[in-house]
């Protein structure tokens, strides 16, 4: 699994509900040992219900025995408010330092800075630079050699160990125009790449065979 497509299905939140698919769990847990963004949530979210469960499980009346009636508007007294404080505490910090920071960064508007990799590997260039501004997403603009043979065309960006970082579907049709990529927040960590650009005819059974490829470097 990629970064982009956990983020895409929020599998940090199902993991942590349990509403994950078994297969796309096995597919999350070998993804964030590798991604520290994925592991830091999952580390915030884990303490987090750890600390509701434990707040909310314990029963701090003393002296009342095991299946005793509550009285009435016992959650006015004070060891109860004070429990429920806690609770509603962890409750605000896991929103504002995890999700509302999240929530501004995709929902807000903003300016995009856009990077162009279009054409670089018919050029006589050894390796782009690109320099994205820290915390903030961007856009990476390729363009796709046109080739009639192919009815769909894989764009895939890898490391310089060959790992696969991100990975998208191009159609023929949106292939014909250079191909805006989105590029979140710490995807690419300041490092070397290479861009692939694979193609396809056929069905999905067809392999997709490569055509061109360029090296790029995050500064």
């Known amino acids: 699994m990629e970064h982009a497509q956990a983020v895409e299905i929020k599998a940090v939140e199902r993991y942590l509900l349990g509403e994950i698919a078994p297969d796309s769990r096995e597919e999350f847990e070998e993804h964030f040992f590798d991604c520290k963004n994925c592991s830091e949530d999952l580390r915030i979210g ?8 434990e ?7 003393p ?12 959650w006015f007294q004070p060891h109860y408010a004070l429990a429920s404080c806690m609770a509603l505490l962890a409750i605000i910090c896991y929103q504002s330092f995890v999700l509302i920071p999240k929530l501004r960064i995709s929902s807000s508007p903003q ?3 856009l990077f162009s990799l279009a054409g670089l590997g018919a050029r006589d260039v050894s390796e782009a630079v690109i ?5 903030k997403p961007y856009v990476l603009l390729v363009d796709i050699p046109a080739d009639e043979s192919f009815s769909n065309y894989l764009c895939e960006i890898l490391t310089q160990d060959g790992s696969k970082v991100l990975s998208i579907d191009v159609s023929a049709a949106k292939a014909k125009q250079p191909v805006p990529i989105f590029v979140p927040p710490s995807l ?14 056929g069905d999905e059974k067809t392999p997709y065979r490569e055509m061109e490829h360029q090296s790029f470097r995050i500064k």
Do not use: M, N
Not at 46 to 53: E, R
Not at 55 to 61: E, F, I, N
């Open 46 to 53: 884990t303490l987090f219900l750890h600390t509701a469960k």
């Open 55 to 61: 707040v909310l499980a314990t029963d701090p009346v």
């Open 63 to 74: 002296g009342r025995a095991r299946g005793a009636p509550r009285q009435r508007f016992q």
């Open 111 to 113: 300016t995009l800075a």
């Open 131 to 135: 320099a994205p501004e820290p915390a």
């Open 188 to 201: 690419l960590k300041p490092d070397s790449y290479r861009l692939v650009i694979l193609g396809r005819s």
